[in-house]
């Protein structure tokens, strides 16, 4: 087993292009948790918790990209029909290449020790507190990265179902997180006796024993060390035993997904008829493309809880008092609405920022789709309308969203209507200025993985620093904070200098791109096509 591991392990850690992107991804891990360090040190102790939420978070988006993209890219290859073929079976196939992600994404992790030394020097942090720091994050990025590609794996009759359980699960989470929240224990007592305390304990056990609840309650200031390694290590054991069953899942899965995307008939799988296609081709095509996993799960969570809140903001003193506040005051210190609003337009960019709708899993794969499309009358307009057309239909469910939570300030009186233009119009241009680039690096041949994650992580955690230290002028050059800056307070002319600046770029890379994308294009096919690749 070691012998027949050995390539793959070989060429996970060997492969220019994984090299760069591990660089890469490593450089950034570094970024964000250097901001994030600093926030800790600058933060009063009992706001600590939220930054080891942060970094879970960091954790769990860095697993679903290293471990989650590759292996949910894998099937598509049709190169991997050899190895279905051979001696070595499915099961070893992903099994080794899981390991191969999970090895590479375990060095990422690592790389933040010395930050969280640094931190252990000031005294925000003690050496016990490495463990989880860097344990839970690692565990749950790899259950997110399993969790994708075990749900790409299955078949879209099970997908169906699997959604329709999800949004069972968020309206719970609505109902008993949210509005109910502290209020949960009168909302109990209208029960019988023992049907409420089955409820309460239930919810009890999912409140406590998950990452955040553990994570928060290890660094909170009113920790019981015992109770704390207790939890964490609950936590810990349920992680794996979960990740471990998406594992052996997503293995059994690999040969009839890898049939499902080659050779299952078109009829089947695209019961839509033709003539929805219109004049523009390719942008139907790129459209349909990002559809197949659509995501909808996330929207609907993220919409279910911003017209939640939309109605608290306006309500405000007149909010029924048998429903629970408590989420909506940990959000408030966290920034309120205007934070909200600004995290769910950097949402509605990313898909604009990664330009999914185009690229695909490998060099490889470009060169044989190129090859097709540069023999077409297609122009950089047509790429341009298709890469827009799919980036929006992605995104846009979290700008709707946004769009309520800025009304909801409007009406509550807590905001102009000049400030809910405003944040409109930041938000627009942080969409288009996120797109923009993308559609650059696209054209250009430069995968936007790097690019997606400095737009979407690394701006945003340094917008939060900069507010964080009051440096007004720094602050208000980056989007994302002046989406934030125009729900706070009117805009002024410091204000406006960050969007103009970002309008022009905009335009700029904007026009370049489009005038030289089929240029760039074709100078791309010509120096990668027929070269030896090792992605």
Not at 57 to 65: D, Q
Not at 345 to 355: D, E, K, M, N
Request: net charge positive; proline share 4%.
């Amino acid at each position: 087993m070691q012998i027949m591991s050995a390539p793959f392990l070989a060429l996970a850690m060997s492969s220019p292009g994984r090299q760069l992107s591990f660089r890469r991804t490593v450089v950034f891990h570094l970024l964000i948790l250097s901001a994030l360090g600093w926030i800790a040190l600058h933060v009063a102790p009992d706001l600590l918790p939220y930054v080891g939420d942060a970094i879970l978070v960091v954790g769990i988006v860095e697993g679903a990209a290293m471990i989650g993209w590759r292996l949910a890219q894998l099937p598509k290859s049709q190169a991997l029909e050899f190895l279905l073929v051979s001696p070595l079976r499915p099961k070893r196939v992903f099994f080794y290449e899981a390991v191969g992600g999970f090895g590479r994404f375990a060095l990422v992790t690592l790389s933040g020790l010395p930050i969280y030394l640094i931190l252990i020097h000031f005294g925000r942090l003690q050496f016990a507190d490495i463990a989880p720091l860097l344990l839970i994050p690692m565990l749950w990025g790899g259950l997110a990265g399993l969790g994708l590609t075990a749900w790409a794996y299955e078949s879209l009759a099970v997908r169906r179902w699997g959604e329709r359980i999800v949004l069972v699960l968020i309206l719970i989470y609505l109902v008993i997180g949210v509005l109910a929240a502290e209020r949960l224990q009168d909302w109990l007592l209208t029960l019988p006796a023992a049907l409420a305390e089955f409820f309460f304990r239930t919810i009890g056990i999912a409140f406590h024993y998950n990452p955040f609840g553990a994570m928060e309650y290890w660094l909170s200031q009113r920790c019981n060390r015992e109770i704390a390694l207790e939890r964490m290590t609950i936590v810990a054991a349920a992680t794996g035993m979960i990740t471990v069953g998406l594992l052996a899942r997503a293995a059994a899965r690999l040969r009839a997904h890898f049939h499902d995307l080659h050779y299952t008939p078109i009829e089947a799988k695209h019961r839509s008829s033709e003539s929805g296609i219109g004049d523009h081709p390719l942008a139907w095509w790129a459209v349909r493309r990002v559809l197949v996993y659509s995501g909808r799960t996330n929207i609907w969570l993220a919409g279910g809880f911003g017209i939640v809140y939309a109605a608290y903001t306006v309500l405000g003193d007149a909010w029924p008092s048998w429903m629970g506040t408590l989420v909506f005051q940990i959000f408030e210190r966290m920034g309120g609405v205007p934070a909200v609003a600004a995290g769910l337009t950097v949402l509605a960019a990313v898909p604009a920022s990664f330009q999914y709708g185009l690229w695909d899993a490998s060099r490889q794969d470009r060169c044989k789709r190129l090859e097709l499309l540069l023999l077409t009358r297609l122009e950089g307009t047509d790429y341009w309308r298709a890469a827009a057309a799919a980036a929006w239909r992605r995104g846009r469910g979290y700008f709707f969203v946004a769009l309520i939570l800025w009304t909801a300030l409007g009406l509550s009186g807590r905001a102009t209507i000049s400030q809910v233009l405003a944040a409109t119009a930041a938000g627009t241009l942080l969409w288009a200025f996120s797109f923009a680039l993308g559609f650059r690096a696209f054209s250009r041949g430069v995968h936007s993985n790097g690019l997606g994650m400095l737009l979407t992580l690394g701006l945003p955690l340094v917008a939060v620093v900069l507010i964080r230290a009051n440096v007004p002028i720094l602050s208000s050059l980056l989007p994302v904070a002046a989406v934030y800056s125009a729900s706070t307070a009117p805009p002024d002319f410091l204000w406006l200098v960050g969007p103009l600046l970002t309008g022009c770029i905009t335009l700029f890379v904007a026009r370049r791109a489009r005038r030289d994308c089929d240029r760039d294009l074709r100078a791309w096919f010509d120096r990668n096509q027929g070269i030896k690749l090792l992605d």
